[in-house]
C-alpha cells in the first residue's frame, strides 16, 4: 500500500493580539488551511493550547516568556547580544530616517555608545552600498539559534512561515532566523500601515513581504532597499471586515454597549499611547470649546489607544466625558479577541458626528474609510499643558512621514487653536461632498481596495511562492 504523503505545515508567529487578529481572526489562516491544503499551527507566548477563530482551531506552541513590555510579552531567551545588535541597528536606521517616528527622532539625537558605533558603520558601510551586503552575515553568524524556537521548528517541520513584522517583534525576528537557517521560506504581512517608518529597519529580512498599498511598495524599496520583485501589494488583513460598513443596527449595538440612547449623537475622541496627559487636558478644553453651542449635543466618547494607561483617563468622567474601554484588544487572553470587536470599533467610528484626535492613530485613516470627518488637534502652544515632555512628542510627529499622504490630499482638517475649531466643524458638515472625495482619496493611496478582497489576495500571493519555488 503506498504511503500517503504528509499535508505540509505552515507557521504563524503571533507575538501579541494585533498578529493574532491579523493572521488568525482576518480569516487568513483558515483560507491559508482550506485552499493551499496544509495544516497551520501557530507559536505565540501564550498559553493557550490553541488559537481558535469562529470558524477552526490552530494548534498553539508556547515560547518562555519574562513580563510584558507595552502590552507585548518578552521573550525570555533573547540575550545581551541580541539586544545590542537590535538597538545599534535601530540608531543606524534613526540616524538614516530621524523624522521618521517618536523612536527614531529619540535614537537620532542619542549621543552615547550606540550611536557612535550606528555611525561608524554608516560610514563604513553606507546604505545601498556593494559592501554593505557583508553586514548581514556578520549579524547572522553572532545571533544565536534560541532552543525553544529551534525545538518548535522541529517539532512542526513547517515549510513556510508567516510572520506580521520584519522583525520588529523579537518572536518574529527569531522565527525569521530560524525559517533561515533551515531554509525555509518566509513571509512577512505587514501589521499596520506606519511600520516601514515607524518600527525602525527591517530588523530581519523575510525572503517575501506583502504590504498595503503602492506607497507602501515604494517606502519598502526607496527606504529599506528590499527587493522588488519579492513585494506583493494584498492591502490591510484588519480592515477585511471594513468592506461592509456598519448600518443602523451595528450603530445602535454600540451605543447600547455605552450606556447611550439611540438619537444620541457622539464624537469618537481617539488617543495616543504615549500622550496620556496631554490627551486628558485637549479633551478637557474640547468639552470646554463645545459647551453653550450647537455641538455641546454631541457626548464625547473618548477611546484610549490599546497600549495606553487607560485609568488615567477616569479623571474625564467628572465632566461628563465618557470613557470607552470596550474590547480592549491587549488584556493578554488572546481567545477575547474575534472578529466582533473589529466590526465593534467599525461601527463606533461609523456613528461617531466627527473623529477628532490629538495624535495621527490609525483610527483616523479608518475615519476616511467610514467616510466619517476628523479634525487633527494642534493646541501644543494653544492651551496650557503640563507634561512637557508629551509636548515635544506632539510637536515632533508633526514631522511623521506616514502622514504626508493625508496631508497631500488633504483628509484631516487642522485645528491649531479651540478659537476656531466651531468654525471648522461648521465647514466640514457644510463642504462634506468635497471632504468625501479627499477621504477615499487618500484611502486608495493607503490601502489597496476591495477591502474584503485581502485574504483573497494574501492567499493567491503566498500560493503563487510557493508554486513558483517548487
Not at 515560547?63 to 518578552?74: A, E, L, V, Y
Not at 558603520?121 to 553568524?141: T, Y
Not at 488572546?334 to 461609523?350: C, Q, T, V
Request: overall charge positive; aromatic content about 8%; glycine content about 4%.
Amino acid at each position: 500500500m503506498k504511503k500517503q504523503n504528509k499535508r505540509p505545515k505552515f507557521v504563524l508567529s503571533c507575538p501579541f493580539p494585533l498578529a493574532i487578529r491579523n493572521l488568525i481572526n482576518s480569516g487568513l489562516a483558515v483560507e491559508i488551511a482550506n485552499n493551499l491544503n496544509v495544516n497551520v499551527e501557530a507559536i505565540s507566548p501564550y498559553e493557550e493550547r490553541s488559537l481558535s477563530t469562529e470558524a477552526s482551531v490552530f494548534p498553539n506552541h508556547t515560547i518562555p516568556t519574562t513580563g510584558t513590555s507595552q502590552g507585548i510579552p518578552n521573550v525570555s531567551e533573547i540575550n545581551f547580544i541580541d539586544k545590542l545588535v537590535r538597538s545599534i541597528h535601530l540608531t543606524n536606521f534613526a540616524i538614516r530616517n530621524p523624522t521618521a517616528s517618536l523612536q527614531n527622532i529619540e535614537l537620532s539625537s542619542r549621543k552615547n555608545i550606540t550611536h557612535k558605533i550606528a555611525k561608524t558603520i554608516e560610514f563604513l558601510f553606507p546604505k545601498f552600498s556593494q559592501h554593505r551586503k557583508f553586514l548581514r552575515p556578520i549579524i547572522n553568524a553572532i545571533s544565536s539559534s534560541k532552543p525553544s524556537i529551534s525545538r518548535i521548528f522541529a517539532q512542526i517541520e513547517p515549510s513556510c512561515v508567516i510572520v506580521a513584522s520584519p522583525g520588529h517583534y523579537w518572536l518574529d525576528a527569531q522565527i525569521i532566523r530560524e525559517a533561515r537557517r533551515r531554509k525555509i521560506p518566509s513571509i512577512c504581512i505587514i501589521l499596520s500601515w506606519d511600520n516601514l517608518y515607524s518600527r525602525g529597519p527591517l530588523c530581519e529580512i523575510p525572503d517575501y513581504m506583502f504590504v498595503w498599498s503602492h506607497e507602501m511598495k515604494k517606502q519598502a524599496i526607496q527606504v529599506h532597499g528590499y527587493h522588488e520583485k519579492n513585494l506583493s501589494i494584498i492591502g490591510a488583513l484588519q480592515f477585511r471586515f471594513y468592506q461592509q460598513i456598519p448600518g443602523e443596527e451595528k450603530i445602535n449595538q454600540v451605543k447600547e454597549r455605552l450606556g447611550l440612547h439611540q438619537n444620541q449623537e457622539y464624537i469618537a475622541y481617539v488617543c495616543g499611547a504615549r500622550t496620556v496627559e496631554y490627551d486628558i487636558e485637549d479633551v478637557l478644553r474640547l468639552n470646554a470649546t463645545l459647551s453653550n453651542t450647537k455641538y455641546a449635543v454631541c457626548k464625547i466618547i473618548v477611546r484610549p489607544h490599546p497600549q495606553a494607561q487607560k485609568d488615567a483617563y477616569q479623571v474625564l468622567t467628572k465632566q461628563g466625558i465618557q470613557i470607552d474601554t470596550q474590547l480592549d484588544i491587549l488584556e493578554g487572553n488572546p481567545s477575547k479577541f474575534n472578529r466582533s470587536s473589529i466590526e465593534y470599533m467599525a461601527a463606533f467610528l461609523r456613528g461617531s458626528r466627527y473623529v477628532i484626535s490629538s495624535w495621527g492613530t490609525t483610527a483616523l485613516l479608518e475615519a476616511c474609510i467610514f467616510q466619517r470627518p476628523s479634525i487633527q488637534l494642534r493646541w501644543m502652544d494653544a492651551i496650557e499643558h503640563s507634561n512637557i515632555t508629551e509636548v515635544l512628542m506632539v510637536k515632533n510627529f508633526q514631522k511623521y512621514a506616514h502622514m504626508r499622504p493625508f496631508d497631500e490630499e488633504g483628509a484631516r482638517v487642522f485645528c491649531d487653536c479651540p478659537s476656531t475649531l466651531i468654525e471648522i466643524m461648521d465647514r466640514l458638515e457644510e463642504m462634506d461632498d468635497h471632504f468625501r472625495i479627499k477621504r477615499q482619496k487618500v484611502v486608495e493611496r493607503l490601502v489597496e481596495t476591495p477591502l474584503g478582497d485581502v485574504v483573497e489576495r494574501a492567499v493567491k500571493g503566498i500560493g503563487d511562492i510557493l508554486q513558483n519555488r517548487s
